[in-house]
Structure formats: C-alpha cells, structure tokens
C-alpha cells in the first residue's frame, strides 16, 4: 500500500486517506483535517518558518482544536501582576525548539498577551497578558489552535517525568550492559583467534553471535540518540547524539562490511560505545534528582484535602464546632475558615481566627525550632500543627502561598544561567559541526598517508566519540541545581544562578538597620509632650491615624499601642527615609525625623539645643526618635524602641572573620546609628540616609572596585538592594524590598549569611573547575585520538568519564554545605 508524509505533522498515513491542498503553485499533502486547518493557521500569521526550523524525533498529530478546555482547572494557577496577570502552564506536544518558536510567536501576536517565554526542557510556559484585553480562555485556545495542549502546571508531574527518564535510561543501560557483556566473551574468543588462528567457520559463527547481541544495543538501547540524529539530520543539526549516533554506527557497519571480506570486526565496539555512554547519562540524570531532592519534596508537602467550616455562626471559642466537610484544597477560597487538628499539616495560607499551638516549619523555612502560634498569627501551607487544634481565615490560595513562591523561585534560578554558561554554550554550538569535520579530516589523513581502511575508521571513530560537549553543558547547570537546593534548604531562595558569581567576589557587606539589623518589631516606649494644651492620648491618636496609612516599619509600634478608631486621614503622603505628612482632624500633621521637622519649619532653630538634651539619652540606648508637629510647633516628641537581633553580632563577627568589610547605613540619625552599630560590632556606620542617599553610597563603592552584598527589609531599601551586586531581602519585609532583591531570607534569619556566602564561593569555585576540566579534557583527549593511539572502547569510557567528574565534582559543593 503507497504511503505518504503529512506536512504538517510528519505522520506516515495511506495514500487513499491525503487531503490534498494547492498552495502557491505547490502541492501540499495533509493526514486530516486537523493538520490541514493547522497549516494554513499558521500560514495566515505568516510563521511558515517553524516548518523550517523543527527537527523533531518523532511524528505526531495536533490535538483537536474543537475540545472544550477545563478552564477552572487552571484558575488556581493565576496570579496577579504589576502588568495583570500571569500564568505558568505545561504544553503538551513540544517536540523540539521550533515547537517553542511557534507557540511563543503565535501567542504575541494576539493583541493583551505581555509576554511568553517557553522552557523547551520543561514545557514550561510562564505567559503575562492584560487582562481588559484578553482572557485566560482565549490564550489557551490560542494554544489549542495551533495543535498543542495546554495543561495546568504541576510540579509533581515534572518529577514523575524526571523518574520515568531515570527508569527509561536505567532500563536501556542495564539492557546495553548485560548483552555487552555477553558480546565481550565472543570478542575475547575472537581476539584471541586473530592472533593464535581459528578455524574460518568457528570466526564466522563467533561473529554472527555478536553481531546478533549488537543489533538490540544499537536498535532499542541506542534508540534516543539514533532518534535525536535523524531528526538533527533533516535540517544539519548537530548533537552530542549525533557524535555517538555516527561513531557506533560507523563501528557496526564497517564490521559488517569486515565480517563479508573476513577481515576483523569491532561489533564491541559498537556496543560498548552505547553502554558507557547511557552509565554516564544515568548516573548524571540520578544526580540531578538527587540535588531537586528537596523540591520535590516541597511539592509534596501541601494536603490534597482540607476541612472546611460549613456554617461559620457555629464557631465557638471551645473549638468545638463539628460541622465541616473534606474538599480539594483546590477549591479553597481567600476568606474560608479551616479547621486544622493536632498533627495536620496546614493546607494553605491563613491567618489564625481561634485557638493556640505550635507549628513545625522547618522543611520550609530552615527553622527547627517550632513557632509559637497564637490568634492573628500568619500560618503556612505545608507546616505541621503540632499541638492545639487550629481554627484559620484563608489568606493565600494556590500560585499565591508561600511554598509555591518557594518552589517557584527555585525553579527559575535553576533554569537560569551565570555568564561563563553562556560561554559554554556558545562554544557547545560550534563543538560538535567541527568535531565531526575534525573526524573525516582524520579518516581522510590516515588513509590518503597509506595506513589501512581499518586504521583510518578507527581512529575517526575514536575522534568522534572522545569529545565531550556534555562536560561543557552540565558544568554549571548541575552546580547551579545544587547551589539553589542547598540554599532553599536553609530558608534562602535565590532568583538567578548568577548570584553565584557576584557573591564569590564580594568584599563589602552592607545592612540596613530597622528591621535588618534590629528585630523589626519596634515598640513605643515613651511619648514627651511638648505642648502643655496636647496630651500624650490625643498625640497619640493623631500619630496612630497618619501611620496606619504608612509601610514604614516603625508604624506599627505607634498603630498598635493605639487600640481604638482611628481619625480619618485626607492627603496622606510618605517621603521615604524623612516621614509622613497629611491631614487629620482639620490639621496638616507632620512626623518624622528632625531634618524633616526643620524642612516644614516644626523646630525652630532656638528649641534645638534642649530638643537634643531631652532626646539624647534615648538615641545613645539605640532608640528612635520620631518628631511631630502642626501649624509650624512641635507638639510631641515618640521614642521608639527596636531591639537587635539575637543572631546580629554573632553574625557580624562571622563575616569580619571572612576578611569582609561590614557597614550599617540608616536613615536614623547619627547617635542612634551609632549606638546600634556598637552593639553588633560594626565600626562603620552611615547615619541620615535618604533611600536614593543609600543607592548612590552603594554606587560610590562600587565605582571605587568594591563587590556589594546588601541586606535589607523596607521599601527605603529597594533602589540600593537593586543597585548592590547581590541584594538579599528579610522574608517578613516589604513586597517592594523582596522584589528588588537576588534573594530572600525566608526566616528572616542574618546567621544563614557567612553560610550562604560560603556556599557561593563554594559553587563558583566548583563551577570554574567544570569548565576548566571540559576545556582541558577536549584540548587533550581530542589530539591523543588524532594520534591513533585511543581505542575507540578507550575513548568512550574517558568520554563518560569526563562527565561523570563534572557530576561528581558539582556533588561537592552538598558535601561541603553539610559539613
């Protein structure tokens, strides 16, 4: 029966079944209607290229473009952005780059899509979109037009994937192994029959016998990259598959060629090459999910189910309340109230409404003490309530809740890459075209200088085959796996893998002092009227009513000493790093430091001296001052009180032992500056400092040669945690601060630091090695097999040796992070 090729798909189909089509004076064939309607989709957009581009390794049909989608199923899944939305979902029917070309084209060109970007490794496709311009439905069925399938994001299905690899290529290698080693005891007959003689019939049997144990190592352990070489082939695209494809297939064929004239035949070569190959790829692939070891076991921490409170009326302080009911916590919803017994684990984000326990956040935050909870306290998806039964308000549902973000922030810095892994790749691309030049360049040396066919074959096999691209492209991501896994594991989440590289050249290190340095739970400890018609009572009240409209962190310790309503505020205004400003009770108020005090003309200039008398001794304890005023006279003075850190010093001392400079910068004034930098043993301290003050401090000592780790919590910090190399925001501060920042403290813990610091030298130490090795081992190893003096055998085990020290190299930097 006659047959034909799709041209869309690439399907082998009968011949009576083709939809045929003309297009611009050419034929074109289709095995459906589906592919047909594809075709001339894709043709309408004008990305006709993608049949260009793709090299695909196995044929497929689309998915059908009528079938409706389950659009709740991805609901959870969204999340609010300072653009409007974004997403993460799983395409199924990638097949190569050309598939992520198309589907990233197709879906900019719809007028509301921001931007999408495709993991090809991963399927992975985060996508931004407007949405008073398009809707998630219309983007998916965008997806679906063009004959892929979007599904919901799952982690979980990522690492069923990552197994099913394991146990594929554990499959095949054992396969390979097992018949290698049975084809080695028939080689060894023979080898010893080339040299002592054997019987002609006895050679020819020995040789069928091996032939016949090569053929499944080449057919079905050798299947991946016999597939990757074809698909490559199509367009003249070259793979690491490609140099293993080609030089075992060259050893078997010219074997066969051997066994017809009754020369000698290297069928073990042939094997041999597959079976190291696949050890090398095996042990690789279990490392790598040795090192997401702990993200997947993240994933894995949230209950599929919750226990919903069905009438929230019934709720009593005694926690006795029965009437709930198990759901999915897919269908949680911000607002529900869940019940949460003794030994549970939390299901998603809350905020405690009734009850008392501890709770066991140690997978998640690095903390191995249990956290105190009480009512009010914030909860996190994941952790185990360990005592009291628990009664919570939703706060955080799905993509939104704090094990989420974690998981998602180390999945991008795993995919992301440091500078020397761009320079690897960029010669990975070039390796493999010239390796196979170098390969018939030496076949063609060899035999045009009079050595034998034999001779010449096997030495361009063993050229082919001792390269190794693979050592180049796995010595960073490997490390870059185990470097954001060891560091997820104490509670720090990094956002690109080249923090790697900044951290190892660092040389200052910077804090912020509210809420870095300090505790960030400030309290008031003293009101001082200044006029004798204003009570403390109605300064307070006033002070209360401008800072709850504050993110500053020292607003809530006058919020929280105020425990009635509050007066309304008209034209509230915050000047970072100086105080707020705005109306209330028909009087503009002003707060803040003294400099912004003398600004609106609140302190006159003869009040200074004894302002500072009074002040003084609270600013030498380390203390806060905050002024406030109205109608151009100060009328209250606040003494806020924040204390350092248990882990500060300690922490200090550790990064002063590193050789590192330490320096505190703050917006307080000088005194106080210099008070809490005593008692955390830093020398250095910089007082007065606006936010675009600390920005431009961080850009001088940069300018003058300096490496910057900054660290800091609040919004004033931003602009310089951006401007630092490496900004490291505390996990309890601002949005804007975290989002500023290359990593965050989860615990907001300053201990993990020196281990954090260390950890990076550690990894870019590990990483520069890599490359060294990939780039000496080629330099090496390729002129020794030109020489002829490599076996190809010989040169497939240094070739799956090359990888296996850049696997094992990159384990070190675990082994070093847990000593």
């Known amino acids: 029966m006659a047959t034909l090729t799709c041209d869309h798909c690439l399907l082998t189909f009968p011949e009576r079944d083709a939809i045929r089509e003309e297009v611009d004076g050419g034929q074109h064939v289709f095995c459906c209607h589906g592919c047909r309607g594809v075709y001339f989709l894709i043709r309408s957009e004008g990305l006709t290229d993608f049949y260009d581009k793709r090299h695909w390794d196995a044929p497929g049909t689309p998915a059908d473009p009528l079938k409706e989608l389950d659009i709740t199923a991805f609901s959870e899944d969204e999340r609010v952005v300072e653009q409007g939305r974004e997403i993460d979902i799983f395409i199924d029917g990638i097949r190569c780059a050309s598939c992520v070309w198309l589907n990233e084209k197709f879906l900019m060109r719809a007028e509301g899509v921001l931007s999408a970007r495709i993991n ?129 297939g060259s050893a078997f064929i010219y074997s066969l060629y051997q066994m017809f004239i009754g020369g000698t035949v290297y069928f073990d070569t042939s094997a041999m090459i597959i079976t190291l190959i696949l050890l090398g790829r095996y042990i690789e692939s279990t490392a790598k999910g040795r090192a997401s070891e702990a993200i997947e076991r993240l994933s894995e921490l949230a209950p599929r189910e919750a226990r919903i409170i069905q009438r929230s009326e019934d709720i009593t302080n005694d926690l006795s309340v029965e009437d709930t009911a198990l759901v999915p916590v897919v269908s949680l919803r911000k607002g529900d109230l869940i019940k949460v017994l003794p030994g549970e684990r939390i299901p998603t984000d809350g905020r405690i409404a009734y009850g008392e326990s501890e709770a066991d956040e140690s997978i998640l935050t690095g903390e191995s003490k249990p956290v105190r909870k009480k009512v009010g306290s914030e909860v996190i998806g994941g952790s185990v309530n360990l005592f009291g039964t628990l009664i919570f308000e939703v706060t955080r549902t799905g993509k939104e809740t704090i094990l989420a973000g974690i998981i998602r922030a180390v999945e991008d810095a795993q995919a992301s ?147 009635e309503d509050f007066l309304p505020v008209q034209n509230f205004r915050a000047i970072p790093g100086r105080g707020i400003e705005g ?123 300096a490496g910057i780790l900054m660290v800091g919590d609040g919004i004033n910090d931003a602009p310089a945690l951006t401007e630092a190399s490496v900004g490291i925001a505390m996990g309890k501060g601002t949005d804007i601060a975290m989002e500023s920042a290359d990593a965050v403290l989860v615990r907001s813990d300053l201990s993990v630091i020196p281990f954090f610091m260390g950890l990076s030298l550690r990894a870019y130490r590990v990483i520069r090695q890599n490359i060294f090795w990939a780039f000496f081992y080629n330099i090496v190893a390729i002129p020794l097999a030109i020489s002829g003096v490599l076996h190809p055998i010989i040169a497939a085990g240094a070739m799956a040796a090359s990888s296996l020290f850049v696997v094992l190299n990159s384990l070190r930097i675990k082994k070093g992070a847990a000593a």
């Open 120 to 248: 090809f490794a991963t399927h992975r496709a985060k996508i931004t979109w407007d949405p008073a311009q398009i809707s998630l439905e219309h983007i998916l069925k965008r997806i679906q037009a063009i004959g892929y399938t979007p599904r919901p994001y799952r982690e979980s299905e990522q690492f069923r994937a990552r197994r099913a690899e394991s146990r594929d290529l554990l499959v095949r290698f054992g396969t390979a192994a097992f018949l290698s080693s049975q084809l080695m005891i028939y080689s060894i007959a023979l080898y010893a029959g080339y040299f002592q003689g054997i019987d002609p019939a006895t050679k020819i049997i020995l040789e069928i016998i091996a032939m016949f144990l090569t053929i499944p190592v080449i057919l079905y352990s050798g299947m991946p990259f016999i597939r990757s070489t074809v698909a490559g082939l199509r367009h003249l695209h070259f793979t690491m598959d490609s140099l293993i494809s080609i030089g075992a």
């Open 417 to 563: 890459k440091p500078r020397l892994q761009i320079l690897a790749d960029r010669v990975v691309g070039y390796f493999v075209p010239a390796i196979l030049f170098t390969s018939l360049l030496t076949i063609a040396g060899y035999f045009m200088s009079g050595a034998s066919l034999n001779k010449a074959l096997m030495t361009g096999v063993s050229v082919l085959v001792i390269a190794c691209p693979c050592s180049l492209g796995l010595a960073t991501p490997l490390a870059v796996l185990i470097f954001t896994t060891m560091a997820s594991s104490r509670g720090i989440l990094i956002k690109g893998g080249e923090v790697i590289e900044n951290t190892s050249r660092l040389d200052h290190v910077v804090f912020d002092k509210t809420g870095t340095i300090t505790e960030g739970k400030p309290s008031l400890k003293t009101i001082l009227p200044m006029d004798s018609n204003v009570d403390s009572r109605y300064l307070l009240r006033i002070a209360a009513s401008l800072e709850n409209h504050s993110e500053h962190s020292i607003g809530p310790a006058i919020v929280g000493a105020w425990n």
């Open 583 to 705: 109306t209330a009770d028909s009087r503009v108020i002003f707060i803040g430091n003294e400099a912004f005090m003398n600004e609106h003309g609140v302190i006159a200039p003869a009040l200074s001296a004894p302002i500072t008398e009074l002040t003084l001794p609270h600013q030498q304890a380390g203390d806060t001052v905050l002024y406030m005023g109205w109608d151009g006279r100060l009328k209250g003075i606040f003494v806020v009180s924040d204390c350092l850190r248990e882990e500060s010093a300690a922490t200090v001392k550790e990064i002063l032992l590193l050789g590192k400079r330490v320096m505190l910068v703050s917006g307080d004034n000088r005194t106080t500056t210099a008070a809490i930098a005593a008692a955390a043993g830093i020398t250095e301290a910089v007082p007065e400092m606006s936010p675009n003050s600390k920005k431009d401090f961080i850009r001088r000592l940069q300018q003058e040669g």
